[in-house]
Nanobody, 115 residues
Framework: QVQLVESGGGLVQPGGSLRLSCAAS????????MGWYRQAPGKQRELVAS???????SFADSVKGRFTISRDNAKNAVYLQMNSLKPEDTAVYYC?????????WGQGTQVTVSS
């Protein structure tokens, strides 16, 4: 069973930055693509960034150029560096494999961007 724990969220002003971290049990990072997902109140969960086992990355159009995803397989960790944050980025952020494992969602970490 995979367990995922997200951290690093908080309250920031527009234009600010945050670095989110995700720690996973087991050794899934070495063989699976990983992604960061987010869900705002009343909205659907969406994939915002992904990284393959080989390190190739992709981003949703809404965050491209502002967010960076990285991974450290030795630490079973994946990170999301978020710069130039906008109020529209406010959401609970989750990490998971791609495709996601339904029973592996963690609690997520809240990101709030507000003046």
């Amino acid at each position: 069973q995979v367990q995922l724990v997200e951290s690093g969220g908080g309250l920031v002003q527009p234009g600010g930055s945050l670095r989110l971290s995700c720690a996973a049990s087991g050794s899934i990072f070495s063989i699976n693509a990983m992604g960061w997902y987010r869900q705002a109140p009343g909205k659907q969960r969406e994939l915002v960034a992904s990284i393959t086992s080989g390190g190739s990355t992709s981003f949703a159009d809404s965050v491209k150029g502002r967010f960076t995803i990285s991974r450290d397989n030795a630490k079973n960790a994946v990170y999301l560096q978020m710069n130039s944050l906008k109020p529209e980025d406010t959401a609970v952020y989750y990490c998971n494999t791609i495709p996601y494992k339904y029973n592996s969602w963690g609690q997520g970490t809240q990101v709030t961007v507000s003046s």
